[in-house]
């Protein structure tokens, strides 16, 4: 009789950690409300919506106007866009998706941590600054590196 109580308190105390480990919350889950934002854009800007440009010395007291550039236009779509790189007469042309969270998107550069180089990333839900491309010059060389992934999955809950 005794070992079978001990049996029992031995299962519930192992039924009862293994409760407290499966709680676990997540932090970084957003819940989105059904689609609301258009795929195509009516007019999209020309104008740069984010700029980054920094001068590169060029050894003849800025004769040839180099600079290290990169200029984020809108496209037709929605979440779509062109990125323009200078790098001295170097130019280059990208284009990039943001994830649709069901907001209008808000794309940014930051300074990178190295020189020439920066960070096009986009703002959340909450408005925080996500990473998401690093764009630098290495050994004279464009360097256009995915940095960080996103991810949006849609769930839909059955009617009753």
């Keep these: 009789m005794r070992a079978f109580i001990y049996l029992l308190g031995f299962f519930f ?13 997540k932090t970084d889950t957003v819940v989105i409300k059904p689609d609301t934002i258009s795929e195509n854009r009516m ?11 920094v001068p590169v010395d060029d050894g003849v007291g800025n004769a040839n106007n180099w600079k290290f550039a990169v200029n984020v236009y809108e496209t037709s779509k929605t979440f779509e866009y062109k990125v323009h790189i200078q790098y001295k007469e170097i ?8 994830p ?29 600054f996500k990473s998401y491309i690093e764009v630098s010059v290495s050994n004279n060389q464009l360097k256009f590196k995915k940095i960080n992934n996103y991810k949006v999955r849609k769930y839909s809950a059955p009617v009753n």
């Excluded at 039924?15 to 499966?22: A, T, V």
Aim: hydrophobic letters at 40%.
């Design 13 to 25: 105390v192992i039924s009862c950690h293994n409760q407290s480990q499966n709680a676990v919350v």
């Design 43 to 53: 007019n999209p800007s020309t104008k740069p919506v984010a700029s980054y440009a």
């Design 91 to 98: 130019r280059s042309t990208e284009v990039i998706q943001i």
């Design 100 to 128: 649709d969270f069901n907001i209008l998107p808000v794309v940014s550069i930051e300074k990178g941590k190295i020189p020439m180089s920066c960070i096009i990333g986009f703002n959340d839900a909450k408005g925080n």
